[in-house]
C-alpha cells in the first residue's frame, strides 16, 4: 500500500509513525509534512486550502489512500474532490466535516437526533445580540465562535466583563476571522471530559484507546484554551458501562443521524465528552483524530492501522478489530513562547537527540521546520513527547525525563498531564 497523508503537525506525525509500523505499508508520503516528519516519510509542499491540488498530487503520485489528519481540507471538501476524481481518501465529505466546522450546525444536529449536549442559550448573529443575551443566560456560561479556531474560539466564564470582551474579540474585531459571525452561548457542563474517537465506514466503527486532553494553557487548568497541551490514555477512565451509555446515547444515533440525513460518514469521528452527574454529554464534534491525543493513543494500538484505514474507506470495517496494548500513555507538548495567544516561531530547537535516547519515549514534531541540519520552531504547539508504561506514573517519568532534555528559548509545558489520574492508577 502506498499512503499520502495530508497535514503537517503532531498528529500526522504519530499517524505517520504509526503506518510505518504495518507490514502492508510500502511508501509513506506525507504533505506538507514538518521538520521531523521528513525523517520517516517523503515529505511533499501542499497548500491544506488547496483541495484540488492535494487531489492533483495523489493521482500524480499513485497513492492507494489518502488520509487527512486536519479539520481544514475536509470542511473545504477535499473528500467531495477526491470521490469526484475516483481517488481513495479516508474522511467525511464537505457537509459532514460541518459537524465540525459550524458549532451551531452540530448543535442543531444533536437536538434534532436528541443527543445529549449544553443547553443553548442563544445563537447570534450579530454582536448587539450576543451582548443581549448576556443578560439573561445563567452563569457560568459558554461563549463559541462558530467556525474554526484551533480549540481556541471558547470561553467558559463566569465573569461579564471577560464575556464582554471575547464578544468584541471574535464579533467586532474579528480575531479569527469570519468564524466569528455567530457565536453560540450555551450552558457550562461539569466534570471530567473523556475523548472518545471512532474510526467508521458510515455503519461499522472500532474506537480508539480512551484519551483524556488537558485543553487549558498552564498547570491546574488554569490560562486560556488551546488545542490540547498534553494526553493521557489509560483504560480506567472508559468503564464498560460508561461505554455502552456512550454509544447507545452518543454513538449510534449520531451515525444513525448522519446516515439519515444523507451524510454517510467514512473517517474518523471524534467525540469531546463532559461526563456529567447526568451522564455523558457532547462538548463538540471533531471530523478528524484528535491533536495531541493521537500522539498519546496510537502508541497503544497493537493491530494493523493501516489496514483498517483502508477499510474504512473502501466502507467496510466489520471484519476489523482494534487491539490495544494495556498499561498507559501520556504526552506532554511542548509550547512555543507566547503560546496561544501570541507564539514565537524561528526559534532554535535544542536536545532532541538527548530526549530521543531516553528509552521508551518518542519525540514526535508538531510545528517545527529544518534548515540546514537545525531544526526550529515553526508553530505554537512545537514538539509532542510521548511515553508508555506499564502505568500512568511510568509513562510520566520517562515523558517528563524526555521533555527536560529539550531546550527551547521561552518555551513551556505543562507539568501535571495526568497527574491527578496517576494517583489512583497503579499497575497490577
Ligand atoms: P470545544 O472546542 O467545543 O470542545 O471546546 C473546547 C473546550 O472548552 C472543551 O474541551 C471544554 O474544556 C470547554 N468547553 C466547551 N464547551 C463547554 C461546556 N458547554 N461546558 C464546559 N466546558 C466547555
Ligand atoms: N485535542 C482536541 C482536538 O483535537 O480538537
Known amino acids: 500500500m502506498k499512503i499520502l497523508v495530508i497535514g503537517g503537525g503532531g498528529r500526522e506525525h504519530a499517524l505517520v509513525w504509526k503506518l510505518r509500523q504495518s507490514a502492508s505499508v510500502e511508501k509513506i508520503w506525507c504533505a506538507p509534512g514538518n521538520g521531523g516528519i521528513a525523517n520517516e516519510a517523503e515529505c511533499v509542499p501542499l497548500d491544506l486550502k488547496d483541495v484540488k491540488a492535494a487531489a492533483d498530487l495523489a493521482a500524480k503520485l499513485g497513492a492507494d489512500l489518502t488520509i487527512v489528519g486536519p479539520e481544514l481540507p475536509l470542511t473545504l471538501g477535499i473528500a467531495d474532490e477526491f470521490a469526484k476524481r475516483g481517488l481513495p481518501l479516508l474522511g467525511p465529505e464537505r457537509k459532514a466535516a460541518q459537524l465540525e466546522g459550524s458549532k451551531i450546525f452540530s448543535k442543531q444536529f444533536m437536538e434534532r437526533h436528541f443527543i445529549p449536549t449544553a443547553d443553548v442559550y442563544g445563537i447570534c448573529d450579530s454582536p448587539v445580540e450576543a451582548h443581549a443575551a448576556l443578560d439573561w443566560a445563567e452563569w457560568p456560561l459558554v461563549i463559541k465562535a462558530d467556525g474554526l479556531c484551533a480549540g481556541k474560539g471558547v470561553l467558559v466564564t463566569s465573569s461579564s466583563e471577560e464575556a464582554t ?100 460518514y467514512r473517517g474518523f469521528l471524534y467525540f469531546g465528552l463532559m461526563l456529567t452527574a447526568d451522564g455523558p454529554k457532547v462538548l463538540e464534534y471533531n471530523c478528524r483524530l484528535g491533536d495531541p491525543e493521537t500522539e498519546a493513543v496510537l ?71 529544518r534548515e540546514g541540519g537545525v531544526c526550529y520552531t515553526n508553530g505554537g504547539r512545537v514538539l509532542v ?21 529539550i531546550k527551547i528559548e521561552g518555551a513551556h509545558y505543562r507539568k501535571d498531564i495526568g497527574a491527578k489520574a496517576a494517583k489512583g492508577h497503579a499497575a497490577v
Open 299 to 369: 502508541p497503544r494500538a497493537d493491530f494493523d492501522l493501516a489496514q483498517a484505514c483502508m477499510q474504512a474507506a473502501l466502507g467496510d470495517l466489520s471484519a476489523v478489530e482494534a487491539k490495544w496494548f494495556p498499561g498507559a500513555s501520556v504526552c506532554v507538548v511542548i509550547a512555543s513562547k507566547g503560546y496561544p495567544a501570541d507564539p514565537q516561531t524561528g526559534v532554535p530547537i535544542h536536545g532532541l537527540e538527548e530526549a530521543a535516547k531516553v528509552p521508551g519515549a518518542v519525540v514526535f514534531h508538531a510545528g517545527t521546520r
Open 165 to 264: 470582551a471575547f464578544i468584541e474579540r471574535v464579533m467586532e474585531k474579528r480575531e479569527f476571522g469570519d468564524a466569528g459571525t455567530r457565536v453560540m452561548l450555551e450552558e457550562a457542563l461539569v466534570g471530567e471530559e473523556l475523548s472518545y474517537i471512532i474510526l467508521t465506514d458510515g455503519k461499522n466503527f472500532i474506537r480508539m484507546a480512551p484519551a483524556r486532553d488537558h485543553k487549558r494553557a498552564f498547570d491546574n487548568d488554569e490560562g486560556p484554551n488551546t488545542g490540547g497541551m498534553g494526553v493521557y490514555s489509560i483504560d480506567d477512565i472508559l468503564p464498560a458501562e460508561l461505554e455502552k451509555t456512550i454509544i447507545r446515547t452518543i454513538v449510534q444515533p449520531t451515525l444513525d443521524g448522519l446516515r439519515e440525513e444523507g451524510m454517510p
Open 385 to 405: 513527547v510521548t511515553a508508555m508504561g506499564e502505568d500512568l506514573s511510568a509513562a510520566r517519568r520517562v515523558a517528563y525525563e524526555a521533555a527536560s532534555r
